[in-house]
């Protein structure tokens, strides 16, 4: 009997509850332990296993309903989920002071915060409460839609907005439950009952769920929390690290949970006394520093003074300040001034006034005709390589560093209005003063007097960096050669001594693991490549890694010790319904597993664009020793050799490799999920073949969006789908061949796409056009994979054969054939009775017309579509070919553009002819019967809806064949007529009610 996921699955819901936790940024679950790229969401990994557990009834509706009431997705656990928002005024009212200060004004929200700003603050709010706090807050929200009818009748994306997440309530309600047990014959009251009683009846035990590329920990994480065994491995220990944190952290349960919190805290807190004693983050005017700004400079030749750079001397949006240079007689280096400025200057400034660095160039500030390559000014043999030795440039190094700026805070007491003590922060901008320079000299020496023993111990970086794709940038363009040179003298020196704080304090593992995590925190937020950000709702420093890659900067912020309560504690309170998992992690090379799992879910770094090698060792750096005497079993070394990556053929024979381990490590009623991200669904054939040639057979294939946006396509985003691909093991290895896979993959595409269209036949729309695409081409895999050999060739032997560029293997031939079927099943609403008769291009610009009125934009689907009917140049059909904003001509757009006479033969049905134009010889479309049909639409939309130009233009152009065609015609008129009312059709407006003139025009014509 085939499982749930391998018949259905809830795209379009499962879609936004994904985009949700997606959107939560910081307040995902696992990204308070550490930084990790392209960690997956953890309701889609709890869908995917119950969809592998859940057994598909005959009842494909019951089915849905029962796994929607599984995942609290359904109308009932929605509204549970719904508990409403909580007024601004409790919000402001639990806010500590300068939050309330900064954001808020008497009545709520300052003016000019956006949502998401406003989302961003109220996570702050939240993340400085304790739990009771929490409670007090929670029990004030209002339900948004008090009503039940009102809120059902919102569009899913809708309701979600006023929802809690899944993982952030109890579960199914007890009526719930009663319904589910009765339809899967089991007896649970939570998911960890249901999945034990599922696990138990298909694999015999409590079901294994295992992840060989587990990163930061999402898949085994998620398989754990719902009940299962998990098991996670990577390559990386880093992730390893975030893994087993995630498992015994998150997973461990109340008391692990408030160890990490209470050792965490009593570091920061001797950190600090340590810091207040150095005296070096404080002034004699009872003030502390909450920020450092230091910037890059250097002394082009020619020029007699450094010229400090920045692309913007803007510092505060809000606060309204602006650095300004000038020079001192006497000396080479430029003075800051650190001013407010008026409005109309802040405008300025905020368009890159004063600017030093303008498009790789650096500028002279006070001659802006004087500039000089900044590539140049690295010289020819490229910068002077920092030794281990170095922590700041030598004195003959071309980019020298400066601090120009310092935020100070101080807190006073007043008496407000009411007569009420109040504190609150006041908050200055300064340029640094003699004595800001003499402690930083203090800062210098206190880690001189320490480095060599704080290496040794492991207590801040020593290793080098290894060259690479991304690593290669702190190295060239700015001489950096180990990873301490990421980090200024003062962030070496708190986090060294935070860290040898740590080590001090006797814990269990997790708490020491908690701290190691938490230094890996501070090295993301406190870097020389962490930057300022002076925007309005933010005015503060941003983490190194908020882009895939390691910028240097020419300016960027440093944080003391007070600003770390946000970036230093892993966890901000004891986590929902927390207890211990059961896991094993383990990090080891994907092909040298040895565990066995029922289910593997991965997410393989496939064609990936994050060289996770490389951007680990920036954390690996920090944790090295540290991480060596917790887990003294795991190699700290990133083995970047071993790394899966690229898409050549090493990276294929590396992926067929661990797929066969992981087909080898499960039992034959075993499944398996494979997730990866396509930003060109071509990629397609090329997985499959990897994982057929691996043993295994595909299932199903499901395509989750994580980028929409509640109405629409995310602007100036691409839509990011995650494709969910669904195997089993190839328990027998038939001969298949050719001749006989094409109709079954005929049958197998039919029946996939009506078994869909029939779950999206009531209610809202499960599916679109990119999933019955996918579903297509899973078909076809379906088919093929079966077999062990495809007219004789091994599968193995068709993976790596070299193919001239344009050659196609077999396999990809059939995929092709399988979107073909799913292009002429596709037909476009309204059009079932001309369809038949129409060319292959036609059908392609009516498809494709299609797509466009329900908000389809993507290229890549228009140029899919392309390759299902075979049309090989679709330029002229586009208006506009914009990765994210393609569409069709309209019938007055065309003109008489391209128009062609029409071919004599195209009279009768001609569903073979491709879309090819010969050499030098017009268009296909331009000489097709639709075409002649919009210019006739065209004529009479500029004959002012008049329709007998466009009527005489089809007498003329098809004579006695006219009439036979009459009645095609109005059908297609009457479909075209149509488009213009749908959202985002505005071009088509005129266009269609000409059309619509014209059918009438037509439906009364006589010979
Ligand atoms: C796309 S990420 C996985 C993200 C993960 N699913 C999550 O939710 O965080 C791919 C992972 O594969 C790991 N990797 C690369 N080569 C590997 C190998 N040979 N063996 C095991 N893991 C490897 C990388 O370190 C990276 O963490």
Redesign the pocket.
């Known amino acids: 009997m085939p499982t749930f996921i391998e018949t259905q699955f809830p795209i379009a819901r499962l879609s936004l509850e994904s985009y949700k936790e997606r959107r939560a940024n910081n307040s995902q679950t696992l990204t308070g332990l550490g930084k990790?790229?392209?960690?997956?969401p953890l309701i889609l990994v709890r869908a995917s296993i119950l969809g592998m557990l859940m057994s598909a009834s005959d009842n494909p509706k019951k089915d849905r309903e029962i796994f929607l009431k599984i995942l609290t997705m359904d109308d009932d656990s929605t509204w549970q989920r719904c508990k409403g928002e909580i007024p601004v005024a409790s919000l402001r009212e639990a806010a500590p002071p300068e939050i309330q200060e900064e954001y808020f004004g008497t009545r709520g929200f300052k003016q000019g915060f956006t949502d998401e700003e406003k989302e961003e603050i109220v996570g702050q709010i939240w993340e400085s409460l304790t739990e009771e706090e929490r409670q007090v807050l929670d029990s004030q929200r209002r339900r948004p839609v008090p009503d039940r009818a009102a809120f059902d009748a919102l569009p899913y994306a809708e309701r979600l907005r006023h929802c809690e997440r899944p993982e952030n309530v109890t579960g199914p309600t007890a009526t719930a439950w009663a319904e589910i047990n009765a339809h899967l014959t089991t007896s649970a009251n939570s998911l960890p009952e249901l999945v034990e009683q599922l696990g138990q009846r298909t694999f015999g035990h409590t079901p294994r769920v295992g992840?060989?590329?587990?990163?930061?920990?999402?898949?085994p994480f998620e398989a754990a929390r719902i009940g299962c065994q998990a098991f996670g491995?990577?390559?990386?220990p880093v992730?390893g690290l975030l893994t087993w944190a995630s498992l015994n952290l998150l997973g461990g349960g109340k008391d692990v949970q408030e160890e990490v919190m209470r050792v965490q805290a009593e570091s920061l807190t001797a950190a600090d006394r340590q810091v207040t004693e150095w005296g070096i983050e404080h002034n004699d005017l009872g003030e502390r520093a909450d920020a450092y700004l230091y910037c890059v400079e250097v002394k082009p030749e020619g020029c007699d003074y450094y010229i400090p750079l920045a692309p913007s001397w803007l510092i505060g949006e809000k606060s309204k300040v602006v650095t300004r240079w000038r020079r001192v007689s006497g000396s080479d280096r430029l003075q800051p001034e650190i001013v407010m400025v008026t409005d109309a200057e802040l405008k300025l400034y905020k368009e890159k006034k004063g600017a030093t660095v303008v498009d790789s160039r650096v500028i002279d500030p006070f001659d802006p005709n004087r500039s000089w390559s900044v590539e140049a000014l690295r010289g020819p043999e490229g910068l002077r390589r920092w030794t281990n030795d170095d922590i700041v440039p030598r004195p003959d190094d071309v980019f020298q560093e400066r601090l120009y700026c310092i935020r100070w805070v101080k807190t006073v007491t007043g008496i407000n209005a009411a007569g009420h003590p109040v504190t609150k922060s006041v908050r200055r901008y300064a340029a640094p003063a003699a004595a800001d320079l003499a402690r930083e000299a203090k800062v210098l020496t206190l880690l001189s007097e320490r480095f060599a023993d704080w290496q040794r111990d492991g207590f801040i970086p020593s290793k080098a960096i290894i060259s690479g794709y991304n690593t290669e940038q702190p190295i060239r363009e700015r001489g950096w050669a180990h990873w301490h040179h990421l980090f200024t003298p003062r962030q070496l020196l708190t986090h060294g001594a935070i860290s040898e704080i740590c080590d001090g304090i006797p814990c269990s593992r997790e708490a020491r693991v908690g701290s190691l995590l938490g230094i890996g925190r501070m090295a993301n937020w406190n870097s020389r490549l962490s930057r300022w950000v002076p925007d309005k709702s933010k005015e503060g420093g941003s983490d190194t890694f908020s882009n895939q890659a390691l910028n240097t900067l020419f300016t960027y912020s440093i944080r003391p010790i007070l600003k770390w309560d946000t970036a230093w504690p892993v966890l901000t309170g004891v986590l929902l319904n927390s207890h211990p998992l059961l896991a094993k992690v383990n990090p080891?090379?994907?092909?040298d597993i040895q565990e066995n799992c029922d289910i593997w879910i991965t997410?393989?770094?496939y064609a990936?664009a994050?060289n996770?090698?490389e951007l680990?060792d920036f954390f690996l750096a920090w944790y090295d020793k540290q991480l060596a005497k917790a887990f003294p079993e795991w190699s700290a070394d990133a083995r970047a050799e071993?790394?899966?990556?690229g898409d050549g053929e090493d990276f294929r024979r590396?992926m067929v490799e661990?797929y066969r381990n992981l087909a080898r490590h499960m039992p034959d009623k075993g499944l398996q999920m494979v997730?990866f991200t396509h930003q060109d669904p071509a990629v397609w054939a090329d997985l499959g073949m990897i994982l057929w040639a691996a043993g295994l057979k595909a299932a199903a294939a499901w395509t989750i969006n994580t980028e929409y946006a509640a109405v629409g396509v995310k602007k100036g985003n691409y839509v990011q789908g995650t494709v969910c691909l669904v195997l089993r093991k190839r328990t027998a290895n038939e001969p298949g061949f050719l001749d006989e896979v094409y109709p079954l993959v005929e049958d197998e595409v039919k029946r996939q796409i009506e078994s869909m269209q029939a779950l999206d036949e009531d209610g809202e729309p499960n599916f679109n056009d990119a999933d019955y695409q996918l579903a297509a081409y899973a078909a076809a895999l379906k088919v093929l994979t079966q077999y062990g050999t495809l007219d004789g060739k091994e599968v193995e032997h068709e993976v790596f054969a070299v193919r001239a560029r344009n050659e196609k293997s077999d396999f990809e031939a059939v995929i092709e054939r399988a979107l073909g079927i799913a292009c002429e099943t596709l037909v476009p609403h309204g059009l079932d009775n001309s369809w038949r008769n129409l060319l292959l291009v036609e059908r392609y610009y009516l498809r494709a017309l299609d797509i466009e009125s329900r908000g389809e934009r993507r290229k890549g689907m228009y140029e899919e579509l392309a390759r299902g009917f075979g049309v090989t140049d679709i330029r002229p059909l586009l208006k506009s070919d914009k990765a994210n904003g393609t569409c069709m001509h309209t019938p007055s757009g065309f003109a008489a553009a391209g128009l062609a006479p029409l071919s004599g033969d195209n009279t009768e049905v001609l569903p073979a002819r491709r879309g090819r134009a010969a050499a030098g010889a017009a268009h296909p479309f331009a000489a097709s019967p639709l075409r002649h049909l919009l210019f006739a639409i065209r004529e009479t939309s500029a004959a002012d809806n008049s329709p007998e130009a466009g009527r005489q233009y089809l007498r003329d152009t098809f004579g006695q064949g006219y009439w036979g065609r009459r009645e095609r015609f109005i059908a297609l008129l009457e479909w075209l007529a149509a488009l213009g009312n749908a959202v985002g059709m505005n071009e088509w407006i005129t266009d269609s009610e000409a059309a619509r003139i014209l059918a009438g025009r037509l439906r009364n014509d006589q010979a």
Do not use: E, Q
């Open positions: 990790w790229w392209g960690r997956k992840d060989c590329f587990c990163g930061g920990g999402s898949i491995s990577d390559l990386n992730a080891v090379d994907a092909r997410d393989p770094p990936d994050v996770y090698h680990g071993l790394a899966v990556r590396s661990i997730m």
